[in-house]
Each structure stands twice: as C-alpha cells, then as structure tokens.
C-alpha cells in the first residue's frame, strides 16, 4: 500500500499528500486537504474542509474547527484550539511556554491559546501563548501579540497595538454619519460599539456562517478604501 493510500485508509473523506505523515489515531474531518509534508501528530483533531499548506505542524491534543486554512510552514503546537475560520497566514508562529528553557523540562504544562471563530493571523505574526484571540480580529503581517485582543480589532506593530477595526469581510470600518455605526464598505454590514472596546456586527450574528454569495470576494482590497461596494445589499 502506497503512504498515500495509507493516509486515505479508513476513508473518511480527507486527502492527505503521499509526502505527508498522518500519525494515528487522529481524528480528521471530511473534505480537508493536507499538502506536502505536513505531520499531523497522534490524538489531535482537524475539522471539515480545512487546507493545510505545505509544512504545517499539528502537534498532539490541538483542536482545530471546521473550514480552516493554514498557510505553509505553520507549526501549532499543544495547547492551542484553533475555532472555526480561521486563517493562519504563512509563517505565523504559535507558542505554548511563556518561559521556555531547555535544562527545565516542562512537559505537561503547556499553556493554552485561543483563536477564535474568523480570526486572520498575517504573515510571519507571533502570538505569545495563554492569551485568546477575538472573533474575526486580524492580526496584521509581522505583529507580536502578548495580550488577549477583542473580536474585530486590527492589531498591528511590536507589541501589537489596537490601530482600528476590521470587518468580518476583512476590511477596514468607517464611520457613517453621525448614528454611530461602522459599515463594512464590501458587504455594507453595520457594527456598533456596544460598549468601549467591545464591537457587535448588527446585521450579522458573529456564530452564523455566511451564505454562499455572502462569501464570494470580488474587490481588492486597496478599491474599497476609497469606494463602497455592497455586494449583497
Ligand atoms: C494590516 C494590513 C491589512 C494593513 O493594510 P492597509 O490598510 O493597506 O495599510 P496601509 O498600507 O494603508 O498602511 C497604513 C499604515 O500602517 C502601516 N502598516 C501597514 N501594514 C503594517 C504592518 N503589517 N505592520 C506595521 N505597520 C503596518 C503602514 O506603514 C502605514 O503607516 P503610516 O500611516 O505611518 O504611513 C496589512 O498591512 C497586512 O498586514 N495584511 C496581512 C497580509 C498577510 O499577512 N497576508 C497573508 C496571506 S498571503
């Protein structure tokens, strides 16, 4: 039996690339794919149609959600739980000891973080562990994250700094008038700041997945900074 049948044995649904070891048991949803030299390690799960670029590291105990992408070269060590859409971009580094040393064998005692449903972590970003990542943040290319971040908010710098607020759809939110919502300037979605540092999609519950038009990009980012196109209104 070649290796990639091997990964595929037990049919479940999920493709992994010969070049890829699958350590069992794990447990791994259908419809995901796993790319070239990946490892995913024994007892830890990944859910329903996932992409994991080449290189990814899933290490034993982590819990990854349904439609995650993971860009290469991504290492998640135990302890984090990766919710539902998520995007981890390419690089990005997870952690799970705050301090490590080598002579000290702290196995066990991993700490935990969260990321949670829709957060984008950009490229090369590091988040130091036992802090959780708000819904649908956004954490931008080469940021330190040390401190537990709000759902919506754009982290950016080193330490990562709270410098806006970024829509589900990923773009920047601009005021409207003088009512005091944000709009996303892709979907036209509201959001109002319920309290100080806490951000509500009006129009869209945070936990219900988008249609399939809802989902569909069709504008650069860089178009919409000085247009609106509501794609779905
Ligand atoms: C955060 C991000 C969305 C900002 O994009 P943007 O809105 O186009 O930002 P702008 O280019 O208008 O820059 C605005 C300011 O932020 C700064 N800036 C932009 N990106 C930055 C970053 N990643 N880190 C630090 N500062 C950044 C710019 O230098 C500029 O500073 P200035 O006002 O002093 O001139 C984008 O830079 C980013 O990091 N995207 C993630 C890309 C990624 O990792 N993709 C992975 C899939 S391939």
Not at 5 to 16: D, I, S, T, V, W
Not at 34 to 53: A, D, E, P, Q
Not at 96 to 121: D, W, Y
């Amino acid at each position: 039996m070649s290796k990639q049948e091997k990964n595929e044995a037990g049919n479940k649904g999920y493709f992994a690339h010969e070049s890829a070891y699958v350590d069992q048991p794990c447990d791994i949803g259908e419809g995901t794919k796993i790319w070239h030299f990946c490892h995913i390690m024994k007892n830890s799960r990944i859910g329903r149609y996932c992409i994991l670029g080449q290189n990814v590291n899933v290490a034993s105990g982590v819990v990854i959600g349904n439609n995650v992408k993971i860009q290469n070269n991504v290492s998640i060590y135990t302890g984090a739980i990766i919710e539902d859409d998520v995007f981890l971009g390419p690089s990005c580094v997870l952690t799970n000891v705050t301090n490590p040393r080598s002579q000290i064998v702290r196995h066990g005692l991993f700490e935990k973080t969260v990321i949670k449903r829709g957060a984008t972590i950009g490229a090369n970003a590091t988040i130091v562990c036992g802090i959780e990542l708000g819904r649908y943040c956004f954490i931008a290319a080469g940021a330190v994250v040390a401190k537990n971040v709000p759902d919506y908010a754009l982290m950016q710098g080193v330490p990562a700094k709270q410098v806006g607020w970024m829509s589900r759809h990923g773009h920047r939110l601009k005021k409207q008038g003088s009512s005091g919502t944000l709009v996303c300037p892709e979907s036209g979605f509201q959001y109002r700041e319920m309290s100080p540092g806490v951000l509500k999609c009006i129009d869209w519950d945070e936990e219900v997945p988008l249609t399939k038009v809802m989902s569909g990009g069709k504008v650069l980012y860089d178009d919409l900074k000085t247009k609106e196109f509501h794609v779905f209104e």
